[in-house]
């Protein structure tokens, strides 16, 4: 894999268009006013997907209809940012029919979390380009002011500064690299793939929901084993919500079990921060440069947008 500096996209201004589209699950026009609205309100052009409210079974359209909408939005000149309609499962399933070059030329920032990780994942991989681990267009009315602040001023390109209090589990350290992954249970379902990402000398970021102990367990001795985990610049963890326990309980926290697997590198690792499937979802660039320091008061990391 390249080590390639990664390019952030232009930065958002009043009037631009911002394109929505489900890439994934299916969702309702109800669903996505309250974002439409608050996209609008903020200055910002939308322009929905064709096939933004198709319905298949669990998805949003047949593949080839979720995948027009995405190639559309990637090809449109006038469209400045593809703000993803919701997660669930469903983006893996069209990566691989998508043409990347016309973004390429034109980058744009793509932006979304959980399930939208694949695409994360794949431009940091194949296109050099940045992209958001960001809100959701579904998740805007339940989200804290805060994340939603976050998501408008990165758009914007305002300076990103994230900080929180210590955690028992951190690893203290500083580091200055650029911020990649998302979620943990994608990530681990790319490995080995044409949308695996390149680790080496990054700080990698992880979060998940709603997944067995022993799953998490699992899958970071999936990353350990195949070297994601050696050379990192740094780790970052976010929320972890919603775990779940077995009857005969597996003892550890996914938090620990985190720990217990980075535990003899020497590299910074920051538990807690403010990203993932939680309200408070602040906005990382993936693929920015960013520093990160973990003291025993408080950790905190740093964007380079210059």
């Not at 589209?21 to 669903?31: I, N, T």
């Amino acid at each position: 894999m390249s080590s390639q500096p990664t390019q952030l996209p232009p930065f958002l201004q009043a009037g631009d268009t911002i394109g929505i589209v489900a890439p994934a699950r299916k969702v309702s026009e109800e669903e996505m006013q309250p974002a439409i609205q608050w996209l609008t309100k903020e200055g910002f052009q939308v322009l929905q997907g064709e096939h933004l409210y198709a319905d298949n079974n669990q998805f949003a359209g047949y593949d080839s209809e979720r995948a027009k909408d995405f190639q559309s939005m990637l090809d449109n000149p006038e469209v400045k940012a593809i703000l993803c309609a919701r997660g669930g499962y469903g983006s893996v399933r069209i990566i691989d029919r998508l043409d990347f070059s016309k973004f390429m030329q034109q980058p744009k920032w793509i932006c979304g979390f959980s399930d939208i990780t694949v695409f994360h994942s794949h431009v940091h991989r194949h296109c050099h380009i940045a992209t958001l681990h960001s809100t959701l267009a579904i998740n805007i009315p339940q989200n804290t002011p805060a994340a939603n602040n976050s998501f408008l001023s990165t758009l914007r390109g305002k300076p990103l500064t994230f900080s929180g209090p210590s955690h028992p589990l951190d690893h203290p350290g500083e580091a200055t690299a650029e911020i990649i992954g998302g979620n943990l249970s994608m990530l681990y379902s790319l490995l080995g793939s044409n949308s695996d990402i390149d680790t080496e000398g990054k700080i990698l970021f992880i979060e998940d929901l709603d997944e067995y102990l022993y799953h998490i367990d699992r899958m970071m001795m999936n990353l350990k084993r195949n070297g994601k985990l050696e050379n990192l610049a740094g780790l970052v963890i976010g929320a972890m919500s919603d775990m779940h326990d077995n009857t005969i309980p597996f003892g550890k926290t996914a938090e620990e079990i985190v720990a217990e697997h980075c535990a003899n590198y020497d590299y910074p690792v920051g538990f807690g921060f403010p990203a993932g499937h939680i309200k408070d979802n602040r906005t990382f660039i993936m693929g920015g440069k960013a520093r990160l320091e973990v003291h025993d008061t408080n950790s905190v990391l740093t964007y380079d947008i210059q």
